[in-house]
Every structure is written in structure tokens, then in C-alpha cells.
């Protein structure tokens, strides 16, 4: 069956360190994938999108890539801020674009 | 610019008694979804809209969870009769077609 992982053991790291979460899939074949943030009390958040063919995506201090072969993608916060503590989602679709699937998120924590 | 709005924020009713939850997608978005959110399953798509017609319910729990798109600025998602199994974060998003999804900020609901 079709299983996206992330770590559920929330992330602690050091403000100004570079913060990496890992969305690891298996039994999926996707076109595009997500990341999004969440906030407590508040629904999920777009970040940033990667497609297939696209080996990585920045935006600021955020960095994406997506390995099809390993079946993973890697979510980079360099530099990290207080106010980066959130949870983070992937995201994969289905049916080119119009459905996507959801990981259970990681939770990072990002101390001063 | 607004943003998806989501009526109520929360819910607290008894076991048995018809929720009835609301959704205003964002103002020409094509594409409406309905989530759920609970902390042992994450975020479930129940249900997708494009153009008001449902495209994909495949993820509706059981019968008693209905949802409807009349006009393209409003949706409701119904439990009847809800059960204590139901108490979760249901969440709308919209988008436009080959887009990220925008998120509403939930409605908690709890069947007590």
C-alpha cells in the first residue's frame, strides 16, 4: 500500500543551524511534491514545490530536493529562527496534480 | 485578500446530533478539498470539488458524512448522526487548477 514516512520524534536544533527533515515514500510514482508548514490552531501553509524532473527547488532560506530513484526528499532551513518552530508536511499527488496525499508531519523546534 | 474561511471554528456536540460544517473557498478557485486531521491518522483528504462537482469522495469514511458544492463560493461537509470517533480537525482548502492548496484555519470538532 502506499505510505509516505516522516520522523514523528520532533527536531530540536540550535538557532542559526541549518535544519533538515526528511519525506521518504514508498509505492507512489509522483509528478509533483509539497512542503508545507503548520502552525498550532492553524491549517497547513504552502512553502515550496518540486517537480519530477527537478533535482532541487529554493526559496530564501529554504531548500528542497527530490529523489526519485531513493524514493525521498529533503527539506533544508538554513540558518534557522526561533520563529521557524512549526510542523512540517510533504505532500505527493496522485492523479497528476488534482490529489495529493499527506505525510503526519515533523515537528521542529528551533531554540534560541 | 481573504482567505478560505471555515465556519464554526469550533464544535462540541453530543453523540447522535447532525454537524454541519461550511466552507467560502477562496474567490475563483476551481478546486475545493475536504481534510481531516486527528493525530493517529494525520491529514486525510475525505473529499474533492472541481468546478462544484465531486470528483473523488473515496476517502468518505462511511455513509453517515455527506458533502456538498452548490455554487462556487460555498460547501458544507454533514455527519449524521456523528459519533465520538467523528472528533477531529476538518479542514477546506481551495485552489486553482494545477496550483498548491490553499488552507482554512479548521473547525475543531468534538462529539462528546
Known amino acids: 500500500s502506499q505510505k509516505i514516512e516522516q520522523n514523528s520524534e520532533a527536531l530540536n536544533i540550535q538557532e542559526g543551524k541549518t535544519a533538515t527533515l526528511t519525506c521518504n515514500y514508498t509505492n507512489y510514482s509522483p509528478a509533483y511534491l509539497q512542503w508545507y508548514r503548520q502552525d498550532p490552531g492553524r491549517g497547513p501553509v504552502f512553502l515550496l514545490l518540486i517537480r519530477e524532473n527537478e533535482k532541487e527547488k529554493r526559496k530564501e532560506r529554504l531548500k528542497v530536493t527530490f529523489d526519485t530513484t531513493l524514493k525521498q526528499s529533503l527539506f533544508h532551513i538554513t540558518a534557522s529562527q526561533p520563529a521557524d518552530s512549526a510542523t512540517y508536511l510533504c505532500a505527493l499527488d496522485e492523479d497528476n496534480f488534482n490529489k495529493f496525499y499527506f505525510g503526519s508531519g515533523t515537528k521542529l523546534n528551533v531554540k534560541p | 485578500d481573504a482567505g478560505v474561511i471555515q465556519s464554526p471554528r469550533h464544535e462540541v456536540t453530543e453523540m447522535g446530533q447532525e454537524v454541519t460544517l461550511r466552507c467560502k473557498p477562496i474567490s475563483g478557485h476551481d478546486y475545493l478539498f475536504w481534510y481531516r486531521q486527528t493525530m493517529m491518522r494525520g491529514l486525510e483528504l475525505l473529499i474533492y470539488?472541481?468546478?462544484?462537482?465531486?470528483?473523488?469522495d473515496s476517502g468518505m469514511p462511511e455513509d453517515r458524512f455527506s458533502a456538498k458544492m452548490p455554487n462556487a463560493s460555498f460547501s458544507t461537509l454533514k455527519i449524521q448522526p456523528s459519533e465520538p470517533r467523528d472528533s477531529a480537525v476538518y479542514f477546506c482548502a481551495s485552489s486553482l487548477m494545477k496550483q498548491p492548496q490553499h488552507f482554512g484555519d479548521g473547525t475543531r470538532l468534538s462529539i462528546l
Open positions: 470539488f472541481n468546478n462544484n462537482v465531486p470528483i473523488d
